[in-house]
Nanobody, 127 residues
Framework: QVQLVESGGGLVQAGGSLRLSCTAS????????MAWFRQDPGKECEFVAT????????YYADSVKGRFTISRDNAKNTVYLQMNMLKPEDSAVYYC????????????????????WGQGTQVTVSS
């Protein structure tokens, strides 16, 4: 199983930017479709974005489309989430997740199929 560690969270003003990183160890990340999810305390886990094994296919939640960009560097075993034009409602703990896949299809946009998760990184956007 692959181990995932997120970094890059922090406190930022509304309209600002952050870049989250998710670095994998234990196995090559190229075997996995990847996703970012987020969760506020007391709320359900919310889908943010997915990226296929090669990076050719990406998919976003409507709430972040046009503001967030998911990317990956398989040589560095790392997935990124560039977050621009941040809003207070983007505040949450952000998690990356890995789903071992075959081929380069879109990974799932729901948390159930993912069997490897990071510990999360807090993002707080002040108004």
């Amino acid at each position: 199983q692959v181990q995932l560690v997120e970094s890059g969270g922090g406190l930022v003003q509304a309209g600002g930017s952050l870049r989250l990183s998710c670095t994998a160890s234990g196995r090559s990340l190229s075997r996995y479709g990847m996703a970012w999810f987020r969760q506020d305390p007391g709320k359900e886990c919310e889908f943010v974005a997915t990226i296929s094994r090669t990076g050719a296919n990406t998919y976003y939640a409507d709430s972040v489309k046009g503001r967030f960009t998911i990317s990956r560097d398989n040589a560095k075993n790392t997935v990124y989430l560039q977050m621009n034009m941040l809003k207070p409602e983007d505040s949450a703990v952000y998690y990356c997740a890995a789903d071992q896949m075959y081929g380069d299809a879109y990974p799932p946009a729901r948390p159930g199929p993912y069997d490897s998760w990071g510990q999360g990184t807090q993002v707080t956007v002040s108004s």
